[in-house]
């Protein structure tokens, strides 16, 4: 990993969030479109852990030196966590408009517009 420049990572999850974001543009399908939003919590997922890595740590030296790595993967955990409760009520959503229509095309779903 130390022969891979920090750049390199940044750039892939640049990449990561610019595909998920068109998709999300893009698609009309519900699940595609998680499919891209997850997309592009795991390009700022690779961000946090890219910076945790290569950036300079604040313990003291007597620490371990994997310490500094679990300020980037709490970071991580978080956002899996908020990825998982996203998908759990966007399936149950997109489940119970399904339900009622038989289809579940985002351009025709104008029930939920106030």
Do not use: K
Not at 55 to 77: C, E, F, K, N
């Amino acid at each position: 990993m130390a022969g891979v420049p920090l750049y390199w990572y940044l750039l892939l999850g640049a990449f990561m969030f610019t595909t998920g974001a068109v998709g999300v543009i893009i698609r009309r399908n519900p699940v595609v479109v998680f499919m891209c939003i997850e997309l592009m919590l795991n390009a700022v997922n690779l961000t946090f852990l890219s910076f945790s890595r290569y950036s300079p740590t604040l313990l003291p030296a007597d620490r371990m030196a994997s310490d500094h790595w679990m300020t980037g993967q709490m970071a991580v955990i978080f956002v899996m966590a908020v990825a998982a409760a996203e998908v759990a009520v966007g399936l149950g959503i997109i489940m119970a408009i399904f339900r009622l229509r038989e289809e579940v095309d985002l351009d025709e779903m104008s029930e939920l517009q106030g």
